[in-house]
């Protein structure tokens, strides 16, 4: 009789350990996306304001090549990625919606939700990189 009091007590206790943990995920998923609606460091694209001066021009080359290319900035999030290159800046890029779905664990590929773009401080140009 006491072995099936320890049993249904543990029992009890992973239960409840159980709930207070997925509940407790669960309020730091949703803490993360009303304040940080756009993932860890991701600005967005078109607010000039967000960024350091000496990312500014970088940022502007970003958004016209992006309309050159028929694409709309204003969907876009961006965040630095540090480089040890002096002369290259890079920025990681991705859609707004797309960020929205893989934050809720969705899989799937990028295709073009997400791209690396590098600007050369040295020839004024970007290049754009797709993640595959």
């Given amino acids: ?9 543990i029992i009890i206790l992973l239960i409840i350990t159980g709930f207070i943990y997925s509940l407790s995920s669960y309020k730091i998923k949703q803490n993360y996306m009303t304040n940080n609606q756009t993932g860890p460091e991701y600005k967005p694209l078109a607010d000039l304001t ?15 090549e992006l ?6 900035p204003e969907e876009f999030l961006v965040r630095f990625k540090p480089d040890q290159t002096a002369s290259k800046l890079i920025f990681e890029l991705a859609r707004k919606d ?20 590098i600007y ?6 970007v290049s754009f990189f797709y993640y595959q």
């Avoid at 967000?50 to 016209?64: K, L, S, T, W, Y």
């Avoid at 309309?67 to 709309?72: D, F, I, L, P, Y």
């Avoid at 960020?99 to 997400?114: A, C, T």
């Avoid at 050369?120 to 140009?125: C, E, G, P, R």
């Fill in 1 to 9: 009789m006491h072995i099936k009091y320890i049993i249904f007590s």
């Fill in 50 to 64: 967000g960024f350091p001066e000496g990312q500014q021009e970088a940022i502007e080359a970003i958004i016209a």
């Fill in 67 to 72: 309309r050159n290319k028929k694409e709309h």
């Fill in 98 to 117: 797309y960020l929205k779905i893989k934050d809720s664990n969705m899989k799937g590929g990028s295709g073009d939700n997400e791209l690396m773009a």
């Fill in 120 to 125: 050369d401080l040295v020839d004024k140009k």
